[in-house]
């Protein structure tokens, strides 16, 4: 990629946490970068911070479960910032409850965020990673995938990413494109913070207990999934596709 014609990248839920960390580290790679969340509004932070750091980032909104909203997204950034062929499935909710209490609404909104949101968005970009015969698909799996108390909805839906990752790497191989997923552990954002909330447990004792079970005896930040992503979509990462890496601080899977 040269100096003047920078690689177009989208992360998908990035404005906060791990979306926004890794939107950051790959500005600072090089790429110019779509900053895609549901609201245009609420990007305006991290697109500051790309700016100011003297990279180049476009804030979009768009619902990645609405398939027209996803397209139009994509048509624009191809238009503004250049046609993109690095895209990180990043964006999610959570909706936890024991499946007893867990309602068809909750159910669907989990499914339709991580899983329809991250097929539309691999649908509309592919064709721009099929053309430039070079592309980086990466998928935000968890731990949860393995199986997690009160998160079937959650759970069911990283462990669907993993089978569309490997999917899209036999499908996409051949034109250049890698696809992989990253599964974190315990990440110390808002997400994890809501947990805590819901559980009636403060954060830092959350965050404490949390380290404790974890053999490098930490939770884990947002730079630390951001610096596995940017090695994904390097140029050095051509030869590794549909794999699935458990960013937990310890062994997992």
């Known amino acids: 990629m040269s100096e003047g014609t920078p690689r177009v990248a989208i992360v998908t839920g990035a404005a906060r946490g791990i979306g ?16 895609l969340d549901l609201e245009e509004a609420a990007t305006k932070e991290t697109v500051q911070a790309i700016e100011g750091a003297g990279g180049r980032a476009l804030g979009v909104g768009a619902d990645v479960s609405d398939a ?7 048509e624009r950034i191809a238009a503004e910032l250049g046609a993109p062929v690095v895209l990180v499935n990043n964006a999610g909710v959570i909706r936890d409850n024991m499946l007893f209490k867990m309602t068809e609404v909750d159910w669907d ?6 899983l329809r949101g991250a097929f539309l968005m691999a649908r509309a970009v592919q064709k721009y990673m099929v ?8 998928n935000l799996s968890s731990t949860s995938a393995l199986g997690n108390r009160g998160q079937a909805n959650y759970s069911t839906a990283k462990a669907g990413l993993q089978g569309f990752t490997k999917t899209l790497a036999i499908e996409l191989g051949k034109f ?3 696809a992989n997923a990253i599964a974190p552990g315990f990440i110390q954002t808002e997400m994890t913070k809501a947990t805590a ?11 404490a207990y949390a380290a404790k079970e974890i053999p490098v005896q ?3 930040q947002p730079e630390d999934i951001a610096h596995l ?23 997992k899977a």
């Open 131 to 138: 053309e430039a015969t070079w592309g980086r698909v990466v």
């Open 68 to 74: 027209e909203q996803v397209q139009a997204a994509v």
């Open 20 to 35: 926004a960390a890794t939107a950051q580290r790959l500005a600072a790679d090089g790429f110019a970068v779509a900053v």
């Open 197 to 207: 909330d819901r559980m009636g447990v403060a954060f830092e004792d959350f965050i």
């Open 229 to 251: 992503v940017s090695f994904f979509v390097s140029e050095g990462a051509g030869f590794v596709s549909g794999q699935v890496v458990y960013a937990a601080g310890g062994p």
């Open 218 to 220: 930490r939770v884990g």
């Open 176 to 178: 250049g494109v890698t």
């Open 109 to 114: 909104l989990v499914m339709n965020v991580h």
